[in-house]
């Protein structure tokens, strides 16, 4: 999940239109050549097995994200010490009222989130590891702990650039892969869970934002 940062925030808190579109531009970018790539592979091939069992898959999705939620995030914040200081909730409460073109850049921004469990499943938990598949256990291995570090370190502005507090990213990354492993290898399994966890983390961000619209002091 892509969170605005440095010169991303005006004073107030809020993205501004300037950073969301330097955001928004790659990841669409991104999200489209993955959608292009692998269209007519992967995408197509794994949805028509995922949807044959698309309820007993969503709640797998649904119970997967709530693991990364309700166990994963605060255990290793708490054991790193970091504390995400800028949620949203936390961050706008008891501020000014604000108008919908105050916020309308921070409702873009939460869009971005949506789009990155496209190509950050295609790109660290498939195209990146599936080729050593059926390689020797311990090349597969080492490979994907090579992936998933890489899936901890592009979250780097989601932790200010602390080095430190990658883990987290790191171990949900870790997490994704046995999803991965334990759903088949079906790479929607992937994408559904990790937009289950996206997903959360943007009505979030726009429901802080609306209450303080209409109930900010």
């Known amino acids: 999940m892509l969170k605005l940062t440095g010169n991303a925030q005006s004073t107030t808190g809020l993205a501004t239109w300037s950073a969301t579109i330097a955001a928004l531009v790659p990841a669409t970018i991104l999200l489209l050549v993955s959608i292009f790539y692998w269209s007519d592979g992967i995408l197509r091939r794994d949805w028509q097995i995922w949807r044959q069992h698309w309820v007993k898959n969503v709640m797998w999705a649904l119970l997967a994200g709530i693991i990364m939620m ?7 914040k708490a054991l790193t010490g970091f504390l995400d200081t800028g949620d949203f909730a936390i961050k706008y409460s008891g501020a000014s009222a604000l108008s919908f073109s105050d916020v309308a850049p921070t409702f ?12 950050e499943e295609i790109v660290f938990h498939h195209a990146i590891t599936e080729p050593f598949r ?3 256990k311990w090349v597969y291995v080492l490979i994907s702990i090579f992936a998933n570090i890489m899936f901890g370190v592009v979250h780097i502005n989601n932790v200010n650039g602390h080095w430190s507090s990658l883990i987290m990213y790191i171990v949900m990354g870790v997490w994704l892969q046995l999803v991965y492993i334990w759903g088949g290898r079906n790479i929607w399994q992937n994408i559904m869970t990790h937009m289950v966890y996206n997903g959360s983390i943007s009505l979030l961000m726009i429901f802080s934002v609306i209450i303080t619209m209409f109930f900010g002091k």
């Open 134 to 136: 059926n390689k020797a």
């Open 108 to 119: 873009l921004s939460a869009i971005v989130g949506l789009f990155a469990p496209f190509y």
């Open 70 to 76: 309700g166990v994963l995030v605060p255990l290793t």
